[in-house]
């Protein structure tokens, strides 16, 4: 097993230890596809712990990557009335930003030009898309890693300081961290809360619910009100 493959499975086994959650419920496929290019099969079969088959990151991958964060990082846009709109960026946008012109990138993009970007031109299109400049040359498994401690990481923590007995209960991690950044409507956030409270103040401290309590709110009801992308 490589180093970073090592190093997954040990962030993995971390987060899994800290939340007292299963794979099922602690990771978002989707939102790691996102931050890492992989496929939502890869990423899966990485928090396995399978090895994904050895492939090079040359300039054909580069530029699959680069192409992943155009089509996936998307421009807001305030329209008539106020209305937000989300949409890709054009590639004279995208050239503009990084000081280079569309037929470069596009020569790019095409996996013509045999060489990847240097070092300088990587870096412009890594703060372009906000995204970490090893974003390019990551292999899988560091990738997943990455993200893991840059992003699943810190939120978890956020989450187990708070000193609200409600968040640190089991149930409210798991909605909140499938939640993500989705904002919820205040009238939701509420009852989301109080549904949360409810199963906290039966489980009790300990996390055992009373015996009068045993047949409330289970973990089965917290899944039907959580949202994200799940682990199957």
Do not use: C
């Not at 088959?53 to 421009?75: C, K, P, S, W």
């Not at 012109?101 to 095409?110: G, K, M, R």
């Not at 993500?180 to 055992?208: H, K, N, Q, S, T």
């Amino acid at each position: 097993m490589s180093d970073g493959y090592k190093a997954l499975a040990t962030t993995v086994d971390t987060l899994l230890r800290r939340t007292g959650l299963d794979r099922r419920s602690l990771f978002d496929l989707k939102r790691l596809s996102f931050h890492t290019s992989l496929s939502e099969a890869d990423v899966r079969r990485l928090l396995d712990g399978e090895e994904l088959e050895a492939a090079e990151v040359d300039h054909r991958e580069v530029a699959r990557r680069i192409q992943f964060l155009m089509d996936t990082r998307l421009r807001r846009e305030e329209g008539p009335g106020g209305i937000v709109r989300q949409r890709p960026y054009t590639t004279p946008e995208i050239a503009a930003g990084i000081g280079m012109t569309p037929q470069w990138l596009n020569t790019l993009l095409s996996q013509r030009k045999q060489s990847s970007p240097n070092l300088k031109h990587a870096g412009r299109i890594a703060r372009f898309f906000d995204v970490p400049v090893n974003f390019f040359t990551d292999e899988p498994a560091e990738a997943l890693d990455r993200v893991l401690r840059s992003e699943v990481l810190p939120r978890l923590d956020a989450v187990v300081g708070n000193p609200r007995p409600a968040v640190r209960n089991r149930y409210a991690l798991e909605i909140q961290h499938r939640l993500g950044d989705v904002v919820l409507e205040p009238p939701v956030e509420r009852a989301l809360m109080l549904f949360v409270d409810g199963i906290a103040r039966e489980e009790g401290p300990g996390g055992l619910a009373p015996h009068h309590a045993r047949n409330g709110p289970s973990s089965h009801d917290a899944e039907r009100v959580s949202a994200g992308a799940n682990y199957s």
